[in-house]
């Protein structure tokens, strides 16, 4: 299994990738799976090719590691790296998503 882990950049770097409608949907369904996830169960309505770089900008920010198991490729959120370098941040910006996509919150 191959990981590619960056370290978790600025808390402004991190802002800046989370703007993005496309990258906080796939990073609120990365949290709310709470667990890897394949590329394809992450995105609606994109390209494959606009998806990859949508992982890359949230790769480069520290937020989430490409996974290769069986030559298929999943995402992981980096929730404890993300938390230990910015506490709080990833769980209020994802409660606020889900509030906003209408997921029950409780």
Known sequence: MADDAHPVAPVQQVLAALHDPVRLEI????????TSLQCGALYDGINKSTATHHFKILREAGLTARLIVDG??????????????????????VSGANRAAGVPVG
Not at 27 to 33: F, G, I, P, T, Y
Not at 72 to 93: F, I
């Open 27 to 34: 990073v609120r369904r990365l949290h709310n799976a709470g």
């Open 72 to 93: 298929l490729t999943y995402q992981r959120l980096r929730v404890d790296e993300v938390e230990a370098a910015l506490p709080g941040l990833l769980g209020s910006v």
